[in-house]
């Protein structure tokens, strides 16, 4: 075989070898090989200039491969000005003192002579520079042959190809993120959207509240919902546990306030028969029925101590033991805890444990109360009206102006619970067909009275001691409260819930009180 024959079939090799490479990198690995063996170079070094023009790369060279391109006493800087390809002996190579270029010329292991060529597109775009090693200076033999001139051409095209294919990833990976974000935006509104049908108003606060709801069902992670009585935690809850992905598991729902300390642990953890006195048979937690779908713990902050720590113990393990048993029993719940109270306050007292506060408190939610948002009152009527209807087949067109006025001057103590039952009311006073005015609405009656115009008010006054002859501040503030609940008793003429709530107590804490207080509902 001829030596152009011998060229030929070699330079077809080297051809077919770069156009299999698969991507940049391999690209001009496989290239300056290819030239180091087909042309005895010592090494051969192909530097990416990046897309602003001003950085070379090597990712051959590791750390040592970046040359900063605006140093102009830097010979690559000079070559990308001019376009030009450049010889260096190694005398004039060794006078250049840049610590970057010299690094090159030893990983080169100190050639006699190098060769420095940009490579250009057809646009003329610089893609980068070609740097041969080579222990002679007869440069022209090399770069005049016609094998080099080829493999440098076809080096060139794959480059441009790579970077093409390289943009058309980058742009589709761009506009599949692009996409994402439209779609999770249009997910986001449309369940913001479906949360107002429950969590109505138009105010920033509700429209918050609602999108964060959304981004908390998206989690795992434990919901804190704090906000006073009356505002709508438990929709908050609901509405977490719809839009999750346990929402075809169930919801269940435990008023730590409402089921006594002594029941509680059992309710939670369930028991085998004969833990206790009266358990004839096995019944399953709360913990257990949740299995699959979402704990609702309503006022958490009235758990008893001893409770909350076995809690804790739950949420780290999800394992618990029911009562009496011997093994332990694992649970796939997620948590969602709600209260009234005032937590930090109440850590601080050693009622509620800090460590379980930041373990419920992953995602911490807060409900406004209805006086701090306003522009919700309305919607909130109109709501309410509707849902009387609804439910009845009949009630008002709607609420006038002037009753909206008259709720806009109203604290409402009882939140949104109070407004809905004031509304609810009104409908049924109110004539079908008509709107809702303000003498329907009872808000002389529903407002909390002031201290002055209590009936009774000077006796409540004066069972208490002269404020500058109190010895015992605890004591004369326990009188005080015991006064308040007796003649918030007597407004609601008994009627404890009622009373517990315009005070924005759990009815349970109003029952204790009453018990401490000796203060009895027959007034």
Partial sequence: MGRMQMELHTGIELAVELIRQENLPALLCTATSQLERAFGLRRCWALELDLSGRTLHCSAL???GEFDCDDFTHPFAHLLQTGQARHLSRAASYRLDHPGFQALIDASDRPASLWLEPLKGEDSRVLGVLVLAADESDWDGITGQPLYSGLRTLLVHQWVSQLQSRDQVWQRRMLKRS???LHDAEVLRQHCDQLATTLVGPSRAMTDLRAQIVRAAGSQLSVLVQGETGCGK??????????SERSRGPLVVVNCAAIPDSLL??????????AFSGADKAKDGLLAQADGGTLFLDEIGDMPLALQSKLLRVLETRRFRPLGAQQELQSDFRLVAATHQPLQETMKEGRFRRDLFYRLSQFPLRVLPLRERSDDLEALC???????KEREGHGPMGISSHAL????GYTFPGNVRELR????????????GGDIQPDMLRLDESAPVPAETLTGVGAMLQGLPDPSGIRDLRAAAQAFEAAVIRERLKQYHGNRAQAAESLGLPKRTLAHKCLKYQVSESL
Avoid at 236 to 242: E, K, S, T
Avoid at 405 to 408: K, T
Avoid at 421 to 432: D, G, R, W
Wanted: proline letters at 2%; glycine letters at 8%.
């Fill in 62 to 64: 590791g750390e040592a």
């Fill in 179 to 181: 996409l994402d974000h």
């Fill in 234 to 243: 438990d929709l908050v809850a609901r509405g977490i546990h719809d839009f």
């Fill in 265 to 274: 642990e059992s309710e939670l953890f369930g028991h085998v028969k004969g």
């Fill in 382 to 388: 109109r709501h309410f009206i509707a849902r009387y």
């Fill in 405 to 408: 006025l008259a709720l806009s």
């Fill in 421 to 432: 039952n004031m509304i609810e009311f009104a409908c049924l006073q109110t004539p079908q």
